[in-house]
C-alpha cells in the first residue's frame, strides 16, 4: 500500500472533525473521497498532507509520516491543495518550476514543456498568475505538483482537494484523464476529494463514502451510488441510470430529507 | 562715570590687540540670542553662517543657515570655512561638535541661560571670545541699568500676578508652559509666577484647564510670529485677564530667548501684569 | 534593453546596468557634499600622500566614507527585510514596520532619550555613547520575539495571528512612545522628533562597527530564505508540500528581520518607504522570484538610500534634510502613483 491510514482522528482547534478513519490506497489506484459538506473529507486530505494535527497512523510510501524527512517526503507525495492565491507577479512556468528541485536543467524544461502542454496551459507559461482564471489556476497547480513528483523512485502519493471544482466540463475530462493515466500507467496512488458523483463514477477505481467524520461505505461505483445511500448519506432522492461505457449515472430528482438515515459503517479498517 | 569712562577706555587699550585679531575671524553661530549678542556687539560682518534659531535681527535673513540647532551638519558648518562656531549647550549631535573642533573650528558651547544674571554672563563671555570685552562690559551695564529698573517696579507691585503662558507653533501646536521651563524663568524676573506650575515643561493644552485657571494674565508666545489665531481659542478670550486687556503676544525668541532682548522680554510682559488695583478691581 | 518573453527585463543586463549606477551614485556620493573636495583632493587621500589636506582628508575618511558606508548597508538591509516579510506574510505591502519591529526598536530609544536622565540612569551609565542604538536593537530584536511568542502556538504559527500581533504591538508601541512624548521635556522633545525622522547626520565609523555585524549577518542569511520563500507566495501550506520546514523557514525570516531592522534603526533613525518601495519595483522589472528579488533589492535598496542621502545633504546646503523625511517624500507620491498605475497589488 503506498498510503495507509490507521484509526486516524483529527482535530481542527479543540473541534473533533475526522473519529479513527481507516483508509488504504494502492499503487496505481485512483481512489475518491465522497460525501456531503462537512464529512470531514478535506479534513482527512489535510492530515495525510501534514497540515493538521492528528492521532492514529499514517503511513505514506512504506513510512511513518512522523518519520520521513521533508525534502524526501516532497519527492513521494504530491498535495494540490483547494486553492491557492498568488498575490505576486510570477509566470506560470515560474510556478510550475517551483515543484521542480535537484533535477537537471534539460530535463527540468522537457518536463514544464511536457507538463504545460498536456494540461492545455502552454500558451499561458508566460503570463502572470494573478491574472488567470480560477480554472487555468487549478491546472497550473496541478502541474506544479505533478512535476514535484515526476521521476520519482519508488511509491508515489498524489493527494487532490476538489482539483475540478473550478473548471469547464471539457477541463474536468483533460484533467481527470491525465490524473487516470498517471495512475494507470505510473502507478502513483491518487487520493482525490470530489463532490462531483458523475465524475467520481467515470474515474474512480474505488469510491470511499464519508459522512459525520467516518467512512460509511466503500466500493466500486455501483456498489456505492445507489438510490437509497445518496438518500441516507446526502438525503437527496436520485435515478441511477446505467450507461453503455459501464458505469452509473445519478440524477438528482430532488432533496427529500436531512441525513438522518442510520447508515451501518461497513467501511473496512485497513488491516 | 568718570571711574566707569576710564575703566572702558582701559579696558579697550587692553584688549586693542584681540580685537585686530577678531576683525577677520570667520564666525558660525547656532542658537537665536548668542547670534543676537554678536549683533549687539556690532560683530555681525564676522558671521558666515547661522542656525535657524537665529531670526533677529532681520539683517540675519540673507546669511547661510547651517540648519537646526539641535542637528548642526559637520560638512555644511565646515564648507563655512569657520574659524569659530559659537553655540549652546542645547546643540546636537555632539559627534558632529566634536569633529567640528578636530577640523580645526574653534568650537565654544555655552552654558543655556536661564536667568538675567546668566543671560548678562553670557554677553560678557561672547564678548571675550571675540575679544570686544569692553564693548560686552559696556553692553551689560546698560542692561544692567535696565533690568534692575524693570526689577524694582516688579517688586513693587507687592504680590506676584498669576500668568498664563502659552506656547504657539501653529494653531494646532498649542502648549501650555509650566516648571522648569524659560517661560517660568522669564515670569520669575518680572516678579511673576506661572499659572500651571504644577506642570513639568511644555503640555498641550487642555481648553477646559485653560477655563480652570484664572490667571491675572496672559503671554502667547509665537514660533512665527502673526501664526496663532485668538479666533481658534475663544476660551482665552473668555478670561478676565484677556478681556481686560491683560495679554501680551509675542516672538517666542524674543520672550524665551535670553538674550539681549530679555530686558525688552521682561519690559513687555511687565506693562500687562496687573497692579494690586487691577486684581481687586475684577 | 532586452524584454524576456514575460515582459521583464533579462536579469543579467539588469544587474550590469544596476551595478554602474550604484557605482556611480557611490562615487557621487562620497565626492558631494557642502564641503568642497575635487576629485584630486579624494586621489591624493586614497592614495596616503602627505600633501593631502587634512580636513580634506577628515571630511573624506572620517564622514563621507562611514556616512555612504552606513547608507548603504541601512538601504540594503531595509530593502531586503522588506521583502522577506512580503514573501513571508504573502502580502507586497508589508513592510518592517507591520510587525512591530520598528516602532519597537523607536520605543525603546525614545526610551533613552526621555528617561536616560531618571529612571534609565543606570542604563546610561553602563553604555555610554551608545545608549540610543543599542537600546534601539535591543527594543527591536525584544518586538520580533514578541510578535513570535504570541503569534506562535503549539509549534504553529499562524501569519494572520502574527500579523494582528504586529498590529497589536504597533498600537502598545505607539502609546508607550506618545506617553514618553508627552513626559518629554521641551528639548528631549525636539531632539527626538530628530531621530524619528531618520538621519545619516551622524555617521561614522562607530556607527558602522556596532551596525554592520548585524546588518551583514541578516544579509548572508537571507539568500538562504529565497526558495522558501518563493514557496510561500503558493501559500502557507505549500511550503511545507514543497519539503521545506516551514517552521525552521519562518524562524530564520523573523532573525534576518529583527537583525537588519533592529541594526538599521539604531543607527539611522526611523527610514520609511525603502522596504516597500525598492522590493515592489524589483517585482514589477524582473519578477517574484525571492533569488531575484533579494539580492536586486539589496542592490537598489542601497543605491536608493545613498542616493536619497547625497541629494539630502545638497539640496538646502549647508544644511540637511533628514533622510527619512527625503524618503517619504520621494517614496510617498511614487507608491502612490505606482499603486494607481498598477491596481494589482
Redesign the interface.
Known sequence: MVLDIRNVHVSLGSTPIVHGVGLSVAAGELVMLLGPNGAGKSTLLKAVSGDAPTRGEIIVAGQSLADWCPQALSRHRGVMPQRVDINFPLTAEEVVRLGLSAKSPGRADELVEHLLSELEISHLRHRLVPGLSGGEQQRLQLARVLAQIADTEGDRLLLLDECTSALDPAHQQVVLQRVQRLAREQGVAVLAVVHDLNLAAQYADRLVMMRAGRCVLEGSAREVLTPEVLDAVYGFQARIVELPEGYPLVVPLGQTRAQTAPLKPVCRQAS | MRSQLAGILLAVAMVWPGVCAAADIRLVTADGAITEIVYRLGLESLLVGVDTTSGFPEAIAALPKVGYLRALPFEGVLALQPDMLITSEQAAPQKNLERLSKAGVQVEILPSAWSSEASLHRVQTVGGLLGKEAEARALVADLQARIDTLHRSAEARGYRPKVLFVLAAGNHSVMLAGKNTAAEALLDEVNADIAFADLEGYKPASREAILASQPDAIVIAESVPGQFNIDNWPELQLLDAWKSGHRLQADSMLLLGFGPRLVDAMAAVNEVLPGRQGVANR | MML????RLDAKPALLTLGSVALAVALVSVSS????LSVADILRVIAGKEAAD??AS??FL???MPRFLLGFLVGAVLAVCGAVLQGLF???LADPGLIGVSAGASLAAIAVIVLGNTWLGGWLALTGDWALPIAAFIGGSLTVLLAWRIANR?GQTAVATLLLAGIAINAVAGAGTGLLT??????E???LT?WTMG?L??A?WDDLVLGAPFMVLALVLAPWLARPL??F???E??V??????TDTVKKVAIVVVGLGVGAAVAVSGLIGFVGLVVPHLV??AL???HRIVLPFSALLGGTLLVAADSLA?VV?????L?IGLMMALIGGPFFLALLLRTR??
Not at chain 3, 182 to 187: C, I, K, Q, R
Open positions: 524576456t518573453p514575460a515582459g557634499g557642502a564641503y568642497p587634512p580636513v577628515m571630511v572620517e564622514v563621507r504573502r502580502n507586497p503549539s508627552f513626559y518629554a521635556s521641551d528639548e522633545l525636539r531632539s530628530f538621519s547626520g551622524h561614522g518563493d514557496a507566495l503558493l501559500g501550506s505549500v511545507g508540500h514543497l519539503g521545506y520546514r517585482r514589477q519578477g517574484a522570484s545633504r538646502v546646503a549647508p544644511a540637511e533628514p494589482v497589488m
